[in-house]
């Protein structure tokens, strides 16, 4: 079954905005990673969190994880309008070397 | 360092022909990832290969569809007889370890949209 559940599915703000998005998954993770996709292009990588771990910074992005609500969240500060795509949370879990994608959050940002 | 390249980036196929779609890693990763995609929807895990090994198939259909990674030449995604459901993107992603570098990332490939006619 799909691992990662995000939240909103779609949210539009304006530039100069936060944008939050959030993650639930099901089961004991390894690590969780939040990715980027452009409409029509691949997927990027924009940062990965441990089970050990609660927060991490990477410039605009601030990831959170609470382990015992099975969730993350993204807050993506000072949002542009370059920011505008889609952002999945995934998933590794022990055992397992695959990661399993969430279905994702449509941000647009308008200028 | 050119990352990982899949083609075709299009293809087309009438129901009933066969798509085979190519996925070149990042120079050094020996592991291989595919994912489907279909429009508007989140990325579902197909296979994961090792150069000459499927380490897990759990996401692919159990008819139609076989992957490969050889020891020489791109992964192979194969889609036999293709039906209209099959329709969607597909990515490869690659790293240089099982389940990602120290970073746990992956590195995926701009995909391949099959269209079945």
């Known amino acids: 079954s799909q691992q990662g559940e995000e939240d909103p599915q779609a949210l539009s703000i304006q530039e100069g905005e936060n944008a939050t998005m959030n993650c639930s998954y099901k089961t004991s993770i390894n690590n969780l990673q939040w990715y980027r996709q452009n409409s029509g292009r691949g997927l990027v990588h924009l940062i990965l969190i441990r089970s050990n771990e609660r927060e991490k910074h990477s410039g605009r992005l601030r990831v959170t994880l609470d382990t015992s609500k099975k969730s993350s969240s993204l807050l993506i500060t000072a949002s542009r309008a370059a920011d505008t795509a889609s952002y999945f949370c995934?998933?590794?879990?022990?055992?397992?070397?695959?990661?399993?994608f969430g279905t994702g959050t449509r941000l647009k940002v308008l200028a | 360092n050119a990352g990982v390249m899949q083609n075709p980036r299009h293809l087309v196929r009438r129901r009933g022909q066969e798509a085979r779609l190519r996925c070149s890693p990042m120079?050094?990763?020996?592991?291989v990832y595919w994912y489907r995609q279909l429009p508007e929807e989140g990325l579902k895990f197909m296979v994961y290969?090792?150069?000459?090994?499927?380490?897990?198939e759990s996401g692919m259909p159990k008819e139609r569809f076989s992957a490969e990674f050889p020891k020489e030449g791109p992964s192979i995604l194969r889609i036999q007889q293709v039906v209209r459901g099959d329709s969607a993107a597909y990515f490869c992603a690659s790293s240089p370890m099982p389940g990602g570098a120290n970073t746990g990332e992956l590195f995926f490939g701009e995909g391949s949209r099959l269209t079945v006619l």
């Open positions: 120079k050094g990763h020996s592991h």
């Open positions: 290969l090792q150069k000459e090994n499927i380490i897990d």
């Open positions: 995934a998933t590794s879990t022990s055992g397992t070397y695959k990661y399993i």
